[in-house]
DNA sequence: CCCTATTACGTGTATATACAATTAATATCA
DNA sequence: TGATATTAATTGTATATACACGTAATAGGG
């Protein structure tokens, strides 16, 4: 499982840049596989695990979903439906805004933080163990991913 | 855009290790969107680009349903329901496999190496542009991605 | 040869992404 | 002020992911 060229079954690449394209897609996968089996149990997806912790990092404040779109992940996702999955499961609350009628306020419920707490335990060791990397080197990679993206 | 911390507002990580698997998403993201643009005009998805690919590299060798499973880039994919698609398109063909009744051959069709090949003009250059690093660096990431894997 | 296990493929359902369109509220400015 | 533009949020539709299940065909062992 080592070698993205066995992992795909593809022998070679037409040049670093092509295989680095297709490595991170890869690996793309291969986090969220992992990420997956984690929140598996707790009945939430990547993308609504990812929403809560930006409720949670408000600290109380309310903060409104055109906000919470502006932090996601995925710039491309849709927070009102991940809103409303959310409601639906109390972990947290909408109301409306009064200084601006088109907005919603969205807090983190008690029940919301506390999943988000049950959870921390297994998320510990999980960066840690999904990336097999040392300290030095996870650093490079963050400063060659935030320079890639120009 | 540059960092990490300013596309997505978060002033800082816990670690290393937790901005990096945060840092993959989001450069995924920034990824297939670029990808996205470029396949748009061409009514295909990422995804249906892979499977093309992975026939082309097949030089007339019909393969079968799982074996391009195995190849894909995310393994959960539904191969099955892609290659549909691409039969609805006439970008493939699906014959029945005579030595084993359960297994269906595929095979790309002219049409669909012909969308390669004007895809080609297009993705040449993508590559390099989309990814702002030199090849030395474009090399340590690539043998840092296989590394991170373990 | 038959029974059982395995394999290949397809289907069903829930969730999420990608993108366009709609609606309601607010802002702008002649 | 009143017409127009902009913004916040929701909704609609097509595609894809994640995972369980179903069905038909083959393999393997007694």
Redesign the pocket.
């Known amino acids: 499982m080592g070698s993205l060229e066995e992992a795909i079954k593809q022998k070679e690449f037409k040049d670093p840049y092509n295989k680095l394209v297709v490595n991170l897609l890869y690996t793309h996968?291969y986090l969220?596989?992992a990420q997956?089996?984690i929140l598996?149990p707790f009945?939430?997806?990547?993308?609504?695990?990812?929403v809560l912790r930006i409720l949670r990092g408000q600290n109380g404040v309310p903060t409104?979903?055109?906000?919470?779109?502006d932090r996601?992940?995925?710039?491309?996702?849709?927070?009102?439906?991940?809103?409303?999955?959310l409601k639906a499961k109390e972990l947290l609350e909408?109301r409306e805004?009064p200084?601006?009628?088109?907005?919603?306020?969205?807090l983190i419920t008690e029940k919301g933080l506390q999943i988000l707490n049950d959870l921390q335990v297994h998320m510990e060791g999980f960066n840690t163990q999904v990336i097999n990397l040392s300290e030095e080197e996870v650093i490079i990679m963050n400063d060659l991913l935030d320079k890639l993206r120009g």
Chains 1, 2 share one sequence.
Request: aromatic letters at 2%.
């Open positions: 996968s969220v596989t997956n089996n598996k009945d939430l997806s990547p993308e609504q695990y990812n409104t979903v055109s906000s919470i779109q996601m992940l995925n710039k491309m996702s849709n927070a009102s439906r991940l809103v409303d999955k909408r805004c200084s601006d009628r088109r907005q919603v306020d969205i």
